[in-house]
T-cell receptor, first 112, second 116 residues
Framework: AQSVSQHNHHVILSEAASLELGCNYSYGGTVNLFWYVQYPGQHLQLLLKYFSGDPLVKGIKGFEAEFIKSKFSFNLRKPSVQWSDTAEYFCAVRVNTDKLIFGTGTRLQVFP | GAVVSQHPSRVICKSGTSVKIECRSLDFQATTMFWYRQFPKQSLMLMATSNEGSKATYEQGVEKDKFLINHASLTLSTLTVTSAHPEDSSFYIC????????????FGPGTRLTVT
């Protein structure tokens, strides 16, 4: 069965620090990859997505992610985080069908 | 952008009663909607895929007789938790898929269900 793993469950950073959140998936075929963010008390929002083409994708709010097929990874990065980036981040994979398979999420806390 | 609403945002009910949660796509038509369940500090677990005009497709382990899904129109899907028990207490989230190849899913704000 397909699965998505996020290695970092809780990340604490100071403002201006760089961020990288890991995401690995298990599926050998074609995948669509997503990162969603859930700010406190709000609904899930799409940060960025990868379907095909350039493996380095840029999303909203300065986030980017790199798809490395050989490593089955889709890590999320941001060079300089802000306090407002405090949120829960979910990696998700879509294979063949409409179904999204989510990782367990990473809670990011950014301190001023 | 596409907006999905859920109603109610929070509901408390007694064991044995049924609760209906509505999911609406406000500015687009969604032939496919999804229902997820999120436990505290855990990920979203897909419960079922709801297709307009047809029966929902349930994920393994999800009781279809307990979680009734109706997708009666292109903008509305409902989830009814029947004969609710305290273990059904959870955060229920719906999403609606924008039609077309590679259509994104837009998520509702969720409904917090507490069964006493």
């Amino acid at each position: 069965a397909q699965s998505v793993s996020q290695h970092n469950h809780h990340v604490i950073l100071s403002e201006a620090a760089s961020l990288e959140l890991g995401c690995n998936y298990s599926y050998g075929g074609t995948v669509n990859l997503f990162w969603y963010v859930q700010y406190p008390g709000q609904h899930l929002q799409l940060l960025l997505k990868y379907f095909s083409g350039d493996p380095l994708v840029k999303g909203i709010k300065g986030f980017e992610a790199e798809f490395i097929k050989s490593k089955f990874s889709f890590n999320l990065r941001k060079p300089s985080v802000q306090w407002s980036d405090t949120a829960e981040y979910f990696c998700a994979v879509r294979v063949n069908t409409d179904k999204l398979i989510f990782g367990t999420g990473t809670r990011l806390q950014v301190f001023p | 952008g596409a907006v999905v609403s859920q109603h109610p945002s929070r509901v408390i009910c007694k064991s044995g009663t049924s609760v209906k949660i509505e999911c609406r796509s406000l500015d687009f038509q969604a032939t496919t909607m999804f229902w997820y369940r999120q436990f505290p500090k855990q990920s979203l677990m897909l419960m079922a895929t709801s297709n307009e005009g047809s029966k929902a497709t349930y994920e393994q382990g999800v009781e279809k007789d307990k979680f009734l899904i109706n997708h009666a129109s292109l903008t509305l899907s409902t989830l009814t938790v029947t004969s609710a028990h305290p273990e059904d207490s959870s955060f229920y989230i719906c999403s609606a898929r924008v039609p077309g190849l590679g259509g994104e899913q837009y998520f509702g704000p969720g409904t917090r269900l507490t069964v006493t």
